[in-house]
């Protein structure tokens, strides 16, 4: 398996609360990327990354902000969370554009 | 509307039955990815398909990539409760940076 270790596995908050959740890769790949997965939406991208301080936004970036001071790391920030922003999220990597993406096992997050 | 129809969203069959799930576009893709997701995890990659009516086998899996690249197909032969998860296909946005756009997924279940 790919070295991906997300952090924390599982988080339960309140509204307006910031939250910054961490993506950790032991492969050295150049490309991170930040996904939410909620039920009738698929996996749909955030953010992502493709070196150390280049990063962009994706399809649903609003409410989020994003990090990379080292290649190994990768995170995600909700500035003030809100209820809509209770989802799985899923941070991937890849070695190129056009390498496949290895996942990790997920951030289920509750904002209440 | 979404680039990519997945259908159908839901699968119930029993141990042993074949079964075929569907990816459809109007749009045009230079290539194609099929994953797997099951609980808890991060998807998997099962196969990418590149050329048009292109069809790729995993073991018991077939892949099958439109004439014209629009559409893609997985067709299951024997079905195992193994089979078990979501299965969900996802282009590239066509950039160089590996964006990836994700249909909603099949969920299947395979009884035994």
């Known amino acids: 398996d790919a070295g991906i270790t997300q952090s924390p596995r599982h988080k339960v908050t309140e509204t307006g609360t910031p939250v910054t959740l961490r993506c950790h890769q032991t492969?050295?790949?150049?490309?991170m990327y930040w996904y939410r997965q909620d039920p009738g939406h698929g996996l749909r991208l955030i953010h992502y990354s493709y070196g150390v301080k280049d990063t962009d936004k994706g399809e649903v970036s609003d409410g989020y902000s994003v990090s990379r001071s080292k290649t190994e790391d990768f995170l995600l920030t909700l500035e003030s969370a809100t209820s809509s922003q209770t989802s799985v999220y899923f941070c991937?990597?890849?070695?190129?554009?056009?390498?496949?993406?290895?996942f990790g096992d997920g951030t289920r997050l509750s904002i209440l | 509307t979404q680039l990519l129809e997945q259908s159908p969203q839901f699968l119930s069959i029993q141990e042993g039955e074949n079964l075929t799930v569907y990816c459809n576009s109007s749009?045009?893709?230079?290539?194609l990815q099929w994953y797997r997701q099951e609980p808890g995890e991060g998807p998997v990659l099962l196969v990418t398909?590149?050329?048009?009516?292109e069809v790729k086998k995993l073991k018991r899996l077939t892949f099958q990539f439109g004439d014209a690249r629009k559409d893609s197909s997985l067709h299951i032969t024997a079905a195992q409760p193994g089979d078990t998860g979501l299965y969900l296909c996802?282009?590239?946005?066509?950039?160089?940076?590996?964006?990836?756009?994700f249909g909603r997924g099949t969920q299947l279940t395979v009884w035994p």
């Open positions: 749009s045009v893709f230079s290539s």
């Open positions: 996802a282009v590239d946005r066509g950039s160089t940076l590996g964006r990836l756009y």
């Open positions: 492969e050295n790949h150049r490309y």
């Open positions: 398909v590149v050329t048009g009516g």
């Open positions: 991937a990597i890849s070695g190129g554009a056009n390498q496949p993406q290895h």
